[in-house]
């Protein structure tokens, strides 16, 4: 039988590192950073948000949103920039060894790593090559 893990809960102290715990030398400032962030994060969970779908029916582009508000979010920024760098999928990388089988084969067994490298990125890249060619 597996053992579920419990989650852990993450704390304001945990997602902003240590600038929260301050020391006793610098409690007040501490103390007015958490405020300031706490406040942020209120004022954020408060705002209307980022919708979906733009005016045009395209898709809003979270990073584009955080940029322009960045000034509004400047300590909560830092959170959401770890959480929005992490890929959604791993579709890409999955592609690149699946043509990276194609290209490496025991037909293809006396390719040098630097051809084979050339080669699997001259594939992933091809659609920009042509693309370029056109111009």
């Not at 102290?13 to 600038?19: T, V």
């Not at 005016?55 to 959170?79: K, T």
């Not at 699997?120 to 091809?126: A, T, V």
């Amino acid at each position: 039988m597996m053992q579920e893990r419990k989650k852990a809960k993450l704390t304001l102290g945990h997602l902003l590192g240590n600038l929260c715990s301050g020391n006793d030398e610098a409690a007040e400032p501490s103390a007015k950073l958490c405020q300031e962030v706490e406040h942020q994060i209120q004022r954020y969970q408060d705002d209307d948000g980022l919708k979906l779908l733009n005016d045009e029916g395209g898709y809003n582009c979270p990073l584009v949103w955080w940029r322009d508000n960045l000034s509004r979010y400047s300590y909560i920024w830092g959170i959401a920039e770890r959480v929005l760098h992490i890929p959604a999928t791993s579709a890409p990388s999955e592609r690149v060894f699946s043509q990276a089988a194609k290209i490496i084969s025991k037909k293809r067994s006396r390719l040098t790593p630097e051809n084979a490298s050339t080669l699997i990125f001259l594939k992933e890249n091809d659609e920009y090559a042509y693309s370029m060619e056109r111009e």
